[in-house]
């Protein structure tokens, strides 16, 4: 499960007061690269195998990076390592201080990564900085073995039978709220799309006890766990700062909010038709019945991964649509054909017709990944062969990033990358599956796939299809650029959208 739990804060400890300079930010970058390696991975010196006849992949030294810097700083990480993949190819090492990073792009030499074995690849300590937010009985502070049944937990909860009976819970949570804009007007799409989306999530995985009585209080407490995403708290997570005390407090709060919850319903044994109530039922591969904190922290981290991943691909599949005229085109032509079908009547197969629109968004999530790039760390020696043949034996002990972004804009799997194309996803091109598996890493891959991925698509076709049902939008600012100060790369600033109300004629 790549639950991505992606970080919707500002990098240093505010999530709306901060707004870094990209040089000043980008330089912060390269601090937090040096210094997270240095304190976050294991401190033991990398040991070549003797007997291996496969080199090692090529070096980028620390004199190499110092020269980088100003590139880093000026152009931005895509930038340079861009520039550091047509060197040295789609492997190569980052040395810093006895640290090694290797870096991974494309399909090729990405199978290790996402299919080995967590006694192969694993996803370390690098989410240490979460148990604090979710709890001590759940996520990355309990084992392997009870994380994976947890993992199972999420997919038997978001599989297509279960997502059936969210469609309408979904449809009336968005027509109530776009239904309260008025005829005309002007939005910043980013926070509309971030509310509505918590709206969704209250009423599909928590239940109705939340979101018909206590939403307010729960949205509140919710972003002060988000807050808790900074610098300081990632670097060292149980320091007693303002923000970290008021992380702590809001999640005491939200467990205790869903334990009282749990316990409502055990007592009036009452079953509801929500994602919480399918944690509460499930049982550990051992038996065991999931405790009350433990489902607390799984319900929080799905809302945390899900709710902002989702929000940002939203915000960009707008910002996509409404600077190319041909494909919001063809988006709104697809309602209209599917309205004169089915009418006014939306369920989980009608979205699944809805290719067009599917398309589009993956497009937007192509062109602009929630994440740079996944990391994990080498249990065992790696080896990984390139398209040209050749072979690399990453050693134990490296940090392993598989660059997802670069990936997504490689020439040999995407004509022309850099411009916005959802045809490239339909049938007859598909070009994510002809470039092989692996060539499309919005959601992860592998092991660790992100169970939410049919969720978050369905949540967000049925904004989309709402609003193209019912309204004329026009980007009135201009496209936004990828805020690099985040830790889930989102638009920079706020993304303006004037709309004017109206019904999609002849239906």
Known sequence: QELKFLFSTNIITNHSSM?????????????????????????????????????????????????????????????????LYNKFGSVFTVSILWKRIS??????????????????????????????????????????????????????????????????????EVEDYFGKWGDVGVVDLKYEFNHIL???????????????????????????????????????????????RRRDRARIKLTEIVTEILRSRKICNRIE??????LMDSRYKDG??????????MIIALIFAGKHT??????????????????????????KEIMRTYGDKIDYNVLLEMETLHSCIKEAGRMNPISFGLVRQAQKNIIVRT????????????????????????????KDPKV??????????????????????????????CAGEAYAFMQIKIIWSHLLRNFELKLTSPFPKTDWSKYALEPKGKVMVSYKRYRVPGI
């Open 273 to 278: 038709e929500d994602v919480l109530q399918k």
């Open 387 to 414: 398209k040209e043949g050749v072979e690399y034996d990453i050693p134990k002990g490296d940090t392993l990033v598989n660059l997802v972004m670069l990936t997504h804009k490689l020439p040999h799997i995407y």
């Open 198 to 244: 918590m709206l969704i999530a209250s009423r599909c995985l928590l239940g109705k006890e939340v979101r018909e009585k206590i939403f307010g209080e729960f949205y509140t407490l919710f972003t002060e766990i988000e807050e808790g995403v900074n610098l300081v708290s990632f670097m060292l997570p149980y320091i007693p700062i303002p923000v970290n």
């Open 19 to 83: 707004d870094l300079t990209i040089g000043t930010m980008l330089l912060v970058l390269a601090i937090i690269l040096i210094t997270a390696i240095v304190i976050k991975i294991a401190n033991a010196r990398v040991t070549f195998d003797p007997v291996c006849t496969r080199p090692p992949p090529p070096v980028v030294n620390s004199i190499a990076l110092l020269k980088l810097l100003p590139t880093l700083c000026t152009k931005g990480p895509e930038i340079t390592m861009t520039y």
């Open 103 to 172: 870096f991974l792009v494309g399909p090729e030499v990405s199978g290790p990564f996402f299919q080995g074995s967590e006694s192969e690849v694993s996803q370390g300590n690098f989410n240490e900085f979460t148990v604090p937010m979710f709890g001590q009985e759940n996520g990355f502070a309990v084992d392997c073995s009870t994380r994976m049944d947890e993992i199972r937990f999420y997919i038997d909860a978001l599989k297509p039978s279960q997502l059936r009976s969210h469609v309408d819970p979904m449809l009336r």
């Open 288 to 297: 065991r019945c999931t405790t009350e904190a433990a489902v607390a922290g």
């Open 310 to 335: 989702s929000a940002v691909v939203s915000t960009w599949t707008g910002a996509c649509l409404l600077t190319h005229e041909k494909f919001l085109d063809a988006a709104f032509n697809e309602q």
């Open 420 to 449: 916005y194309d959802p045809d490239r996803f339909r049938s007859g091109r598909d070009e994510d599956k002809v470039g092989g598996k692996f060539s499309y890493g919005t959601f992860g891959g592998g092991r660790h796939v």
